[in-house]
């Protein structure tokens, strides 16, 4: 089990390419031999970075089109948040993650399983708090 953030997705999928390790997980994820979980913001947060990447020309109308299909098609279950509102802040700030990169981490934690991401503030709080994750981050 892996739990997979819109930052790796965003890196796999975008024409520049992700590192190695985060591809190779998402192409496990993407080929089922790896199961996979996020947090209920996860395709939002995919949506949005295609989106900006179409606004500024990163991407033509095709590649939005292809990377929206790859979003359709990555079998990645989304978790429900069973946290209060002010306990999950709480714990959010004290990593200094914002509550939609510390919902990814929640689900990882709360799984027990390494959280694949090209985030720096999520691979320094995994650091913190001795979670294994999967990046190509220094």
């Not at 981490?105 to 913190?128: G, I, R, Y």
């Amino acid at each position: 089990m892996l739990v997979v953030d819109a930052s790796a997705f965003a890196s796999w999928a975008f024409p520049d390419g992700a590192g190695d390790k985060v591809s190779q997980a998402l192409v496990r994820v993407m080929t089922e031999e790896e199961s996979a979980m996020s947090a209920a913001v996860f395709p939002l947060e995919a949506l949005h970075a295609a989106g900006r990447a179409l606004a500024c020309g990163r991407f033509t109308p095709s590649v939005h089109q292809h990377v929206l299909r790859l979003l359709s098609r990555l079998p990645v279950s989304l978790a429900p948040m069973r946290v209060s509102p002010l306990e999950f802040w709480s714990w959010a700030q004290s990593l200094g993650l914002t509550p939609n990169d510390a919902a990814y981490l929640k689900v990882a934690v709360d799984l027990k399983a390494p959280l694949v991401t090209m985030d720096p503030s999520l691979q320094h709080a995994c650091l913190k708090l001795d979670h294994p994750l999967i990046t190509d981050l220094p």
